[in-house]
């Protein structure tokens, strides 16, 4: 049986199997479809400086700056659902396909609702190349991290 410290590390372990996981599919389809990086992550970093009123500076050093902030943001939900999933997984219930399913849903949310709540996206304007897109990734991230929590319990 895990204690707290435990949980927190087997959490940070399969968010990081998730993470690294996500990141795989995302660069395999930019690979295979030769699409650009998202702009979202830089877009929500230069959002999330601007609400907390950070200074990024000028210029291209602004730009490198948001750039890195978005996706820290990205990494640090992540880390925070793997920890979760590892701490509600000490009570056993739900089977590892449903786990799956409830981390793939919060890491799409953790991701789209900040841009959706700064009004730098709409799911509803989508199309369905950008739904199956957007997806991909986040079942992946939601199996994986499923996954190591199951795998080390």
Not at 4 to 23: F, K, N
Not at 75 to 89: C, E, K, M, N
Not at 103 to 123: E, F, I, R, V
Not at 138 to 144: D, E, F, I
Request: hydrophobic share 45%.
């Amino acid at each position: 049986m895990l204690g707290p410290i435990g949980r927190l590390s087997q959490g940070i372990a399969a968010g990081c199997t998730g993470i690294v996981a996500l990141e795989i599919v995302s660069y395999l389809d930019q690979y295979r479809r030769a699409r650009p990086a998202s702009e979202s992550p830089a877009r929500l970093g230069r959002a999330l400086a601007d609400r907390a009123e950070i200074d990024l500076g000028e210029g291209e050093a602004a730009t490198n700056r948001a750039s890195a902030l978005g996706p820290l943001f990205g990494y640090s939900d992540g880390l925070l659902l793997g920890i979760a999933a590892a701490s509600l997984s000490a009570t056993p219930g739900r089977s590892m396909p449903s786990n799956a399913l409830l981390l793939a849903a919060g890491a799409w949310l953790g991701s789209n609702g900040p841009l959706m709540a700064l009004g730098l996206t709409d799911p509803r304007t989508w199309t369905r190349q950008e739904w199956v897109t957007d997806l991909v990734p986040h079942a992946a991230y939601g199996l994986a991290t499923a996954a190591a929590v199951a795998l080390t319990r």
